[in-house]
């Protein structure tokens, strides 16, 4: 067992959280960075990926991760079917709730957290480019203003900081692994939490490996998001999928401890700590000084897997509300659903407007 420390802070006083984590201590650091392959060489790995793909009944396993790839981005279908409208009463339009949830809020603060892709951006082909337009920003801005608002991304804190640019809020990037609450101003940040902290070294071995490895399949992309890795192959044509597969999954044979989950056509790369976007909302109640109490509604809106883990700890607490972004049905712990970031935007606004009139009898434009 390792034990690592979380240190949190209010600004005034800190405290040093001992977060024990079920890590062993072997070796995590012995990988040496191959040289980079030439254009033959490319081939050659190609080659050889499928040589063994077909020699050590490799397929198998490599149908199966081109399976779970393709089930985890599901073509789009039309909203209106009759698996649509009866997923639609069990998870209803958190818009149409909203009165609801508004009641439930009555003698409670409102924390409010949001996934980024896919939730305040569109998905976009280029991951450099799922830019938050300005209404969205202003939205979020407002929110802010009245509620703690906490950004929980897949991304790396700062790049998802960089596309938000609100430096009021919490931020807890690489999938919760990395939290930072809002500056004080004086490059004094309040909240620190970084668990996985000493999987830094061969985060970036596998960076690099990842790279090399995938540099011939066009459209593969590896993006680094500091603690965790992903490998987009939105823009890999289908038939090469088994090869990104076997490519990826070569190079994380030699990491055990280092684990991997299907996004929406990402393969993203983690360490193997009991951490998650669920704990990082645990994480940032506690500091908010909400740890036990009745007096809180979080509200949590994402439209990922990851967010699954969030919305079940939502679940858990019987505590507040998991809003799922999706036009499709989804297995989902969450309670409600919105259909896309624009409606996502709509209903922050209309939070906003609530709490203007609730607060001052009249709505502030
Ligand atoms: O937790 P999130 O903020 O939802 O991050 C999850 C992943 O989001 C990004 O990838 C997704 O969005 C891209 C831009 O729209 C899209 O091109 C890609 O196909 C999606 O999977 C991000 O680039 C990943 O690193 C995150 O893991």
Redesign the pocket.
């Known amino acids: 067992m390792t034990n690592q420390n979380v240190v949190v802070s209010d600004g005034k006083s800190s405290m040093k959280v001992a977060v024990a984590m079920a890590m062993s201590n072997t070796s995590l650091f012995s990988q040496a960075v191959p040289k980079p392959p030439t254009w033959s060489a490319g081939r050659f790995v190609r080659r050889k990926a499928v040589k063994k793909l077909e020699s050590q009944g490799g397929p198998h396993k490599i149908n199966a991760w081109v399976d779970s790839m393709r089930a985890s981005s599901p073509a789009k279908s039309p909203p209106s079917s009759p698996e649509h409208d009866s997923w639609m009463v069990t998870h209803p339009s958190a818009m149409d709730m909203f009165d609801e949830i508004a009641r439930s809020s009555k003698g409670k603060k409102i924390v409010m957290f949001l ?5 305040l ?7 450099d480019r ?1 830019f938050m337009s300005e209404d969205m920003r202003a939205a979020v801005k407002a929110v802010a203003r009245y509620f703690p608002t906490a950004i ?4 790396g804190k700062d790049k ?1 900081h960089d596309f938000v640019k609100l430096k009021e809020l919490y931020y807890a990037g690489s ?1 919760g692994m990395d939290i930072e609450g809002p500056s004080n101003g004086n490059d004094d940040k309040s909240i620190v939490c970084q668990p996985a902290s000493e999987f830094l070294p061969i985060i970036n071995q596998v960076y690099n490996k990842l790279i090399q490895k995938t540099k011939f399949i066009e459209g593969a992309k590896v ?1 680094s ?1 500091k603690f965790c890795l ?1 490998v ?1 192959f ?1 823009c890999v044509d289908e038939k090469r999928w088994p090869e990104l597969a076997e490519q990826v999954k070569q190079v994380l044979n030699d990491y055990p401890k280092l684990k991997m989950n299907y ?4 393969l ?1 790369i983690k360490p193997t700590i009991k951490w998650d976007k669920g704990k990082a909302l645990e994480f940032l109640l506690e500091a908010l000084g909400f740890a036990n109490s009745k007096d809180v509604l979080p509200i949590y809106i ?3 897997r ?2 699954e883990d969030a919305f079940k700890v939502l679940r858990k607490r019987k505590q507040g509300f998991g809003i799922l972004v999706s036009k499709l049905p989804k297995e989902t712990s969450a309670a409600y659903t919105l259909q896309d970031p624009s409606e996502v935007k709509r209903f922050l606004q209309r939070l906003v407007e609530w709490k203007q009139v609730s607060q001052c009898g009249y709505y502030r434009s």
């Open positions: 996934d980024y892709d896919g939730t951006s569109p998905i976009v082909q280029d991951p799922a929980v991304s897949g991304r998802v999938h993006e998001n992903s987009h939105r996004g929406r056509k990402v993203e994402g439209d990922d990851t967010d």
